[in-house]
C-alpha cells in the first residue's frame, strides 16, 4: 500500500510506509508536531501541516486553540488519498 498526502492542489507526496511500524504506539490524539515526525524529512513544511486542518474532509479537530486529528482517523484519511 501506497500512501500518500496531497500537500498542494494536484500535487501528491508519497509516504514511506516503513516510517510508521507501529500504529498503536501513537498518541490517540496527534498534534501537528507528532504528523511532522511521520511525514518523511523534507516532505512538507511546518505551515503545510497545519493547512490540513483547512483543507475540506480532513478529519482533524479543534479543541480551543489546539489542532488535533484522532491517530486512526489519521490512518483512514491517508489511505483515502492513496495514489
Known amino acids: 500500500m501506497n500512501l500518500a498526502v496531497k500537500n498542494q492542489p494536484g500535487k501528491v507526496v508519497p509516504l514511506k510506509k516503513e516510517l510508521i511500524t507501529d500504529w498503536e504506539s501513537l498518541p490517540l490524539l496527534l498534534n501537528a508536531e507528532w504528523i511532522l515526525k511521520?511525514?518523511?524529512?523534507?516532505?512538507?513544511?511546518r505551515d503545510?501541516?497545519?493547512?490540513?486542518?483547512?483543507?475540506?474532509g480532513f478529519p482533524g479537530l479543534r479543541i480551543g486553540r489546539k489542532k488535533v486529528v484522532g491517530?486512526?482517523?489519521?490512518?483512514?484519511?491517508?489511505?483515502m488519498q492513496e495514489v
Open 48 to 56: 503545510h501541516v497545519y493547512g490540513l486542518w483547512e483543507m475540506p
Open 38 to 45: 511521520i511525514l518523511p524529512k523534507g516532505t512538507l513544511g
Open 71 to 79: 491517530r486512526d482517523a489519521l490512518r483512514r484519511w491517508l489511505e
